[in-house]
């Protein structure tokens, strides 16, 4: 069964920017969460997507933004990028709810804004 | 704001037995403990998850004390290949909205020596 599978794996942007980053999750997974890994803040949780609807929230402004298909893919959408949004963005797929369901992550899409 | 905190750092020697804590309050009563491992450029892999007491897997044993304000993830027999930065989960819910916050811990970076 293949992984997670994240899309792009490495982006340059400058400041002012967007940037959309893809997530396929593994097949039969309904739910899709969103992570920022920084040295300085470690591991940060951005949101939740279920059956196409945002279920949980983490503390990030707006600019960041998500959605969900049928197909349970997901999209990440960073707007206006500073440069403190240089950082490894992490998505992950479970079964169910990820509170109560093993997550399974993929590699990764790394993020550096000039 | 809750904290889920790690020591920051641990070597140990190849054969022996390495236990690692994670202390967490304010974690959702009904949602499980999980614990990943994290080698550099990769994302999170799953270890082992609990809800209480103790789990058993191939590689892990957790333990989960009653008030579940702690767990302790043990790697039994750790190799030069478990040098790693480690990583426990935990959600964090609020009654009132019904929403879920996945925190990770600080993390923890083992170093196994020959």
């Known amino acids: 069964k293949a992984g997670v599978t994240q899309t792009p794996r490495y982006l340059i942007k400058t400041r002012g920017q967007q940037v959309t980053l893809s997530c396929s999750p593994i097949s039969g997974h309904r739910s899709v969460s969103w992570y920022q890994q920084t040295p300085g803040q470690g591991l940060q949780f951005l949101f939740e997507y279920f059956s196409e609807t945002q279920r949980n929230k983490g503390n990030f402004p707006g600019r960041f933004s998500g959605r969900q298909f049928s197909n349970s893919r997901s999209e990440m959408n960073v707007s206006t990028l500073e440069l403190g949004d240089s950082a490894l963005y992490l998505c992950a797929s479970s079964l169910g709810v990820a509170g109560k369901n093993i997550q399974y992550f993929g590699a990764g899409t790394r993020l550096s804004v000039l | 704001l809750a904290k889920t905190t790690q020591p920051i750092s641990m070597d140990s020697y190849e054969g022996q037995e390495v236990n690692i804590t994670c202390s967490h309050n304010n974690i959702a009563t009904n949602d499980y403990i999980t614990w990943y491992q994290q080698f550099p450029s990769q994302g999170p892999r799953f270890i082992i998850q609990g809800y209480k007491t103790k789990v058993t897997n191939e590689v892990a044993s957790l333990f989960i004390p009653a008030d579940r304000k702690s767990s302790t993830l043990s790697l039994p027999r750790v190799s030069l290949s478990d040098t790693a930065v480690y990583y426990c989960?935990?959600?964090?819910?609020?009654?009132?909205?019904?929403?879920?916050?996945?925190?990770f811990g600080t993390g923890t970076r083992l170093k196994v020596l020959a």
């Open positions: 989960l935990v959600a964090l819910g609020d009654t009132t909205s019904g929403t879920y916050k996945y925190i």
